[in-house]
């Protein structure tokens, strides 16, 4: 069965720190990752997927099916990046999201 | 567009009463998904559709119904309220089609169950 593990419930970096939140999955297929991000009251939001390689808000995450990891990265953390993040799984006949726990990152000034 | 709407945002049950979540897309999607947020478990999918009048269950769709009469909405049912139950309950909905595909929110329904 798939599984997205999330191993830090709370991370808080200083301002201008990189910031790396980790993400595991387990999946016998090829899979389709996601982070998503969920703001002080706001919702819930999709930050990047993995097939864009893209960088968003200066966010990257890198697929590494070696290590099977997504982890997502930004060199220079701002205040503005506190929020809750999800990593996500896709799969199955409407793509329903299999979702890791979560890490609340707090960016300090 | 309003995208992914739910009525209500809060709401009080008693234990055993009942209540229907409601949402809506104006986005002409396909797929539609309630999930539930716990602290500490992440988001997890209760019931999704693949279109109108098909329906499937998720990881916990114990103590849950659902309907999809109609494309744009989709309907999550309590039949007899639980404490267990109490959680927010989000909806999304995606756009069918190739490749990995972003879900989109609604801002979510606070239920507590006394």
């Known amino acids: 069965a798939q599984r997205v593990t999330q191993p830090e419930k709370l991370l808080s970096v200083f301002k201008g720190a990189p910031v790396e939140l980790k993400c595991n999955y387990s999946?016998?297929?090829?899979?389709?990752l996601f982070w998503y991000v969920q703001y002080s009251r706001q919702r819930l939001q999709l930050l990047l997927r993995h097939i864009s390689r893209e960088s968003i808000k200066g966010f990257t995450a890198d697929l590494n099916k070696g290590e099977t990891s997504f982890h997502l990265k930004k060199p220079f953390a701002q205040e503005e990046d506190s929020a809750m993040y999800y990593c996500a799984l896709s799969k199955g006949s409407a793509r329903q999201l299999t979702f890791g726990s979560g890490t609340q990152l707090t960016v300090l000034p | 567009n309003a995208g992914v709407t739910q009525t209500p945002k809060f709401r009080i049950l008693k234990i055993g009463q009942s209540m229907t979540l409601q949402c809506t897309q104006d986005?002409?999607?396909?797929?539609m998904y309630w999930y539930r947020q716990d602290p500490g478990m992440g988001l997890r999918l209760i019931h999704y559709s693949v279109g109108e009048g098909t329906t499937a269950k998720g990881e916990v769709p114990d103590g849950y119904n659902v309907s999809r009469l109609k494309k744009q909405n989709f309907l999550l049912g309590l039949e007899s309220a639980a404490p267990s139950q109490t959680s927010v309950y989000f909806c999304?909905?995606?756009?069918?089609?190739?490749?990995?595909?972003?879900?989109?929110f609604g801002p979510g329904t606070r239920l507590t169950v006394l």
């Open positions: 999304a909905s995606s756009y069918r089609g190739q490749g990995a595909n972003e879900q989109f």
């Open positions: 999946y016998s297929g090829s899979p389709e």
């Open positions: 986005m002409n999607h396909n797929y």
